[in-house]
C-alpha cells in the first residue's frame, strides 16, 4: 500500500508539470495553440513505442478500422476539446488557478452519468457542493476585481469544457472499445485519431501566429514525456497495486489531488506566481476534502456492488 500510495504521489508531481510548462510557455511569448498541440505530436511515437514493446498495435487499428467515424469523433472530443481549451486557459490565470479548477472534471464526469443509464449518486452531491463552493472562493477575490472579471470567466469557461469534453469523450470511447482493448492501447487509438484535429489547429496556430520557438518546441516535449508518459505510467501501475481493495484505490486515486499542491509551489518558485490569499487557499483546501470524500464514497459504491 504504501508502494502504491508512493507512486500515486509521485505521479500526481509529473501532473503537475503540465499547468506549470503550459503556464510557463505563456508567459514566455509562446502561442497557446503550439502549446496543445505539440504535446500530442510529441506524446504519439511515445505511446506507439510503449505499446509496440508488448506487440499491441496491430488490435489497436483492427478496431479503429471497425468504426473510423466514432474513434474520430470521440477522440477529438476527448482528446482535443479538452486539452486545447485546457491550454488556452493558462493565458488567463495562474498554474495553480488552473490546476485548481481543472478538479470540476469530478463535477463533470458525476452528471454525465445519466448518459449512460446510471443515477447521480446522491452521496456525490455533498462532494460537488464542497468542490463549487471551493472553486466560488478561489475566483471571489478576482471576479469582484473589475479589471480581473473577463479573465475569471475566460478562465472558468475553457476549463469547464474541458472538465466535459474529457469525460466524456474517454467514456465514449470506452463504450466503443468495450474490453477489447487495454488502457495503453485506448490512449494510443484516441491520440491517432485526434491527430486531424490537432494538424488544423496548427495550420491555424502557423497562420496566425507562425511557428513555435525552440523553446516551446522542448517545453512541449517535457510536457509529454512527464504527462503523457510517466505521469500516467505510475498512476496506472498504482492503481493497479490495489485494484482489488476498493478502499485503497480511493486512496490512492485521491493522490491525484497532489498536483495541486505540486503545481502551486513550482509555479509560485519557478514562474513567480502570485501567492494564493487566504480565501484562495480556503477554497484550494475545500477543492482537496472535496476531492478525497468523492473517492471514499466512489469505495463505498464499489464495496455495496460487491
Same mark, same amino acid.
Given at each position: ?48 513505442? /510503449? %505499446? &509496440? ?10 478496431? !479503429?478500422?471497425? $468504426?473510423? #467515424?466514432?474513434? *474520430? ?32 472534471? /469530478? %463535477? &463533470? ?10 443515477? !447521480?449518486?446522491? $452521496?456525490? #452531491?455533498?462532494? *460537488? ?51 477489447? #482493448? ?125
Amino acid at each position: 500500500m504504501k508502494k502504491a500510495l508512493f507512486y500515486g504521489i509521485l505521479s500526481s508531481a509529473f501532473f503537475a508539470f503540465t499547468f506549470i510548462l503550459n503556464r510557463s510557455m505563456n508567459l514566455t511569448g509562446g502561442y497557446w495553440v503550439w502549446s496543445a498541440s505539440l504535446r500530442y505530436f510529441f506524446s504519439l511515437p511515445m505511446l506507439f513505442a /510503449i %505499446v &509496440a514493446v508488448k506487440g499491441n498495435v496491430k488490435p489497436v487499428f483492427e478496431e !479503429i478500422k471497425k $468504426k473510423p #467515424l466514432p474513434w *474520430i469523433i470521440w477522440s477529438t472530443v476527448g482528446f482535443g476539446l479538452f486539452y486545447a481549451p485546457l491550454t488556452w486557459a493558462s493565458e488567463f490565470g495562474e498554474s495553480w488557478l488552473v490546476a485548481s479548477l481543472w478538479q470540476l472534471t /469530478i %463535477v &463533470a464526469g458525476v452528471f454525465l452519468n445519466p448518459l449512460w443509464g446510471k443515477k !447521480i449518486p446522491m $452521496k456525490s #452531491l455533498l462532494t *460537488i457542493l464542497i468542490i463549487l463552493v471551493g472553486v466560488f472562493f478561489m475566483q471571489w477575490e478576482n471576479f469582484i476585481n473589475g479589471s480581473q472579471q473577463k479573465n475569471v470567466i475566460n478562465c472558468v469557461i475553457l476549463i469547464a469544457i474541458a472538465a466535459i469534453t474529457y469525460p466524456l469523450g474517454n467514456r465514449k470511447m470506452m463504450s466503443v472499445c468495450e474490453d477489447r #482493448l487495454d488502457t495503453p492501447q485506448r490512449v494510443l487509438g484516441m491520440t491517432i485519431c485526434s491527430i486531424p484535429f490537432w494538424i488544423l489547429l496548427s495550420i491555424f496556430g502557423g497562420v496566425a501566429h507562425g511557428g513555435p520557438s525552440a523553446t516551446q518546441s522542448v517545453q512541449s516535449l517535457l510536457v509529454a514525456l512527464f504527462s503523457a508518459v510517466i505521469a500516467t505510467l505510475l498512476f496506472f501501475q498504482a492503481t493497479n497495486m490495489v485494484r482489488n481493495h476498493p478502499k485503497q484505490l480511493s486512496m490512492v486515486e485521491g493522490t491525484i489531488a497532489g498536483e495541486v499542491i505540486f503545481t502551486l509551489i513550482g509555479g509560485i518558485l519557478f514562474l513567480h506566481d502570485s501567492i494564493p490569499t487566504g480565501i484562495q487557499f480556503i477554497g484550494i483546501g475545500l477543492i482537496l476534502i472535496g476531492m478525497i470524500l468523492n473517492c471514499r464514497v466512489a469505495s463505498e459504491e464499489s464495496v455495496e456492488l460487491e
